[in-house]
């Protein structure tokens, strides 16, 4: 009957779990979002700022945000958005008189991807984009409720965690505390190196688009720092439509927002993103592109920004929790690859593809000899 029972149960956990997911992602992102803003209540707190009234604060400056970009963000990105879908005729016409005839197969792309807009197929993602229009107020109602629960994982999120610690045995309660204290910072410093990028890659991209007079920069600007949020593949699938369209201001500023582009990416990656994250968030570009390849595929654009943090945050949980069932060498192989990322030297790579023993090891045997 005992067993009977656990696999009952058990059935149920699962198909709770199966119609519960979307709720699980909602209360994931609130997590990332309160742990985020968390900071900002323990800076206030510091200045004898109540945590009640700290959140009070934060709210207010989160309903400023949403007004600003409803007053004036959201107007000219409508209105330019349906001049471009209602004009695309003449957008075509006139990018492909900037084409030079020398260049027959760059004319032929260009008038096919324009021609495609009359096709079935492209049709019906036209009126799936009406659909997905009509149901804005959906996703910002949605918007809304992982705001909201953030807000109250702020204010009563300790007492929770608490609540959930209880089940967990006394003598692994201080190692689960240095783990979540270790995993928020690196959360912490992803959510908001990416926000913070984001940001400035959009206003970079209105700037640099309105100087040129390319068409449609509010929707070009808000794809390029929603696409800012996905590391690798995000500066591809921002280029393209900007460069498309400034090809109807000339070949010159197609080439120029296209070396612009390519350089700020160069520029966020390398001299950016590092003063951001300082040594919180180190991962690999082919450790990022596989987890992208992953998260995409079990969850799309919310699996690829949920699978970072966790990525970032497995040498964690490797160092406090799994010390006990790796091997000793294995620790040590990690440790010295991961020093080795940093500085960019191969030599603790060679050293481990060779099977040899890194210059600490054999620091520490003849220091243990002595």
Request: aromatic share 8%; charged share 15%.
């Amino acid at each position: 009957m005992a067993t009977i029972l656990k696999v009952i149960g058990s059935g149920l956990g699962l198909w709770a779990v199966f119609l519960l997911w979307p709720e699980f992602l909602m209360f994931l992102l609130s997590v990332l979002m309160a742990v985020t803003l968390h900071p900002a209540v323990r800076w206030m707190e510091g200045r004898r700022i109540g945590r009640g009234l700290s959140v009070v604060i934060i709210a207010t400056f989160a309903v400023g945000v949403l007004a600003v970009f409803v007053a004036f963000i959201l107007p000219p990105l409508t209105a330019q958005v349906t001049h471009l879908l209602a004009n695309l005729p003449e957008f075509r016409a006139r990018i492909l008189s900037k084409i030079p005839a020398r260049y027959p197969m760059v004319q032929k792309a260009i008038h096919e991807l324009f021609n495609s807009s009359s096709s079935p197929k492209v049709t019906s993602t036209f009126d799936r984009w009406v659909v997905w229009g009509r149901s804005a107020v959906s996703g910002l109602v949605l918007a809304v409720v992982v705001l909201v629960l953030a807000l109250y994982l702020l204010l009563h999120g300790r007492s929770l965690y608490a609540w959930i610690l209880a089940f967990i045995p006394r003598t692994y309660r201080e190692k689960l505390a240095v783990t979540m204290h270790e995993v928020s910072d690196v959360v912490h410093a992803y959510v908001s190196g990416q926000l913070l990028a984001a940001l400035l890659f959009a206003i970079f991209t209105a700037v640099l688009l309105t100087i040129l007079g390319v068409p449609a920069v509010a929707p070009l600007a808000v794809i390029a720092g929603v696409c800012d949020v996905i590391p690798v593949l995000g500066i591809l699938l921002a280029t393209i439509p900007a460069v498309v369209l400034a090809l109807a201001v000339s070949p010159g500023a197609a080439v120029t927002v296209l070396v612009a582009y390519v350089a700020y990416h160069l520029f966020e990656t390398y001299l950016l993103l590092p003063r951001i994250y300082g040594n919180k968030l180190k991962i690999s570009s082919l450790a990022v592109l596989l987890a992208i390849l992953v998260g995409g595929k079990l969850q799309g654009i919310l699996g690829v920004v949920l699978v970072l943090p966790l990525v970032a945050a497995y040498p964690i949980v490797e160092r406090h929790w799994l010390r006990g069932y790796l091997a000793d060498r294995v620790l040590t192989d990690h440790k010295a690859l991961a020093k080795a990322a940093e500085t960019g030297s191969e030599v603790a790579i060679d050293t481990v593809l060779h099977g040899e023993k890194h210059a600490s090891e054999k620091a520490s045997a003849k220091g243990g000899k002595k």
